[in-house]
């Protein structure tokens, strides 16, 4: 973990990508079925929490999630969390105009940001755990996230996994670099699959699973996998 970007390294090359990120089509475009997992994420919060009064996006990028889920419950009080201030500017200035609700931004590691008990009803990660790093920090960050829920409220989170078996892992980590390939070229491959293993350090959907239930959750749900990409939740009961 020691040859990982630092939070500084993260935050700058984010800074630089505001532009691309505000479209989800170009912003997420390395990620595996983004479009769809938006929308399914979406609808899993219209069906799970259709009452839901306050949101917390950790991660936020340039607004995408936030967007979409004030379209599945509209006029939430929205909260959004970003190592990026340009990024949360952007955030701000597309997100305040979609809801009736309060809109606030944290510039902020989501590690060091004190979330408080049962503020949120819904809370939605997206392509930002993979960031963490040690066994402890995951299990203290979603320990934060079922504290901060309301009982009733609900987790979703969309990420880039691994896989615990080897040759699985190689088996799945191919078929992305295919993906990346058909996408653009092997220069594109090369670039992505380069920063990937600099910046991240996922974890196996199922050891995510199971944190979930460790800290709390008794209702846990996989919405979509597929290769490296995987979105996932549970409920507070």
Excluded at 66 to 88: E, F
Excluded at 97 to 109: E, K, L
Excluded at 130 to 144: A, G, I, N, P, Y
Aim: net charge negative; proline share 3%.
């Amino acid at each position: 973990m020691e040859n990982k970007s630092t939070v500084e390294e993260i935050r700058a090359r984010f800074d630089g990508d505001v532009e691309r990120f505000s479209n989800l089509q170009t912003g997420q475009s390395s990620t595996v079925d983004a479009a769809l997992v938006l929308e399914l994420i979406g609808q899993a919060v219209e069906a799970s929490t259709p009452h839901g009064r306050a949101l917390l996006d950790v991660g936020c990028g340039a607004g995408n999630y936030s967007l979409k889920m004030l379209q599945a419950v509209p006029n939430m009080n929205v909260t959004m969390v970003d190592l990026s201030r340009p990024m949360l500017d952007r955030a701000y200035e597309r997100v305040s105009g979609a809801t009736t609700g309060t809109v606030t931004t944290h510039q902020s590691d989501i590690r060091s940001l004190e979330l408080g008990e049962e503020r949120y009803d819904v809370i939605v990660a997206a392509a930002v755990l993979h960031h963490l790093r040690e066994d402890q920090e995951w299990h203290d960050t979603f320990s934060k996230f079922y504290r901060a829920l309301r009982p009733g409220g609900s987790l979703w989170i969309s990420d880039l996994v691994v896989h615990s078996t080897p040759e699985i892992h190689q088996l799945m980590w191919a078929r992305y670099g295919d993906y990346l390939t058909e996408l653009k070229d092997e220069a594109y491959r090369d670039h992505v699959l380069a920063y990937v293993e600099k910046e991240d350090s996922p974890r196996p959907l199922l050891y995510q699973i199971d944190l979930l239930r460790e800290v709390g959750f008794t209702k846990v749900d996989v919405l979509h996998k597929n290769s490296n990409f995987a979105a996932f939740g549970g409920m507070k009961g």
